[in-house]
């Protein structure tokens, strides 16, 4: 029996070997099927690792940045555009107030040239009535001094008459000068 305890336990030592070898051998080939090791797992990890800190140094962090500044373009474009538009407004009602206000000056011109045009004709209306009213003082004055002169050829050609008449009625001759005196004198007479 005490080889037999002996023989069992080389048997169990021998089977729990065999066991131990064949779960390790077990363990080689499923990791080796796998093509898992810890070793090629840390340094595929490791790997990563830096290729993530890498795209974030070289891309991850310009194309933020990239984005941001976009982003504030953007934001900056869009703050001037709300600005042109007020601006735009504020042109616009400023544009309207200087049309209006431009109106009213054009309109304000317009009546004070309408009324000078009116003082002017006025103006020019009494200067034509008083150069009028001239022309005619003028005239009535031509016509009495041609009525004075025209009166005075008469007078004369009356003396002239009556006196060739005395002297054809006195049949003889006597002093012009006298007899001219004598006849303005008749002629006067009878005038008044």
Do not use: C, W, Y
């Amino acid at each position: 029996m005490g080889e037999t305890t002996e023989n069992k336990m080389d048997l169990d030592l021998t089977a729990v070997a065999e066991t131990t070898h064949s779960e390790t051998a077990t363990e080689k080939e499923g990791s080796e099927g796998f093509g898992l090791q810890f070793s090629t797992v840390a340094i595929q990890a490791f790997n990563l690792l830096i290729l993530l800190v890498l795209l974030n140094f070289i891309l991850f962090k310009p194309l933020l940045k990239m984005l941001h500044s976009r982003a504030h373009k953007i934001k900056e474009g869009i703050e001037n555009a709300e600005k042109a538009e007020i601006t735009l407004s504020q042109s616009k009602a400023d544009g309207e107030v200087i049309i209006k206000s431009a109106k009213q000056e054009g309109q304000k011109i317009l009546d004070n040239t309408k009324s000078t045009a009116e003082i002017i004709r006025q103006d020019l209306i009494r200067k034509a009535e008083d150069e009028a009213v001239s022309i005619i003082k003028a005239g009535q004055e031509d016509l009495a001094n041609s009525e004075k002169e025209a009166e005075k050829k008469i007078k004369e050609r009356a003396v002239n008459l009556v006196i060739s008449a005395a002297e054809v009625f006195l049949k003889g001759k006597l002093d012009k000068g006298i007899d001219s005196k004598l006849i303005e004198d008749i002629l006067k007479k009878e005038t008044l």
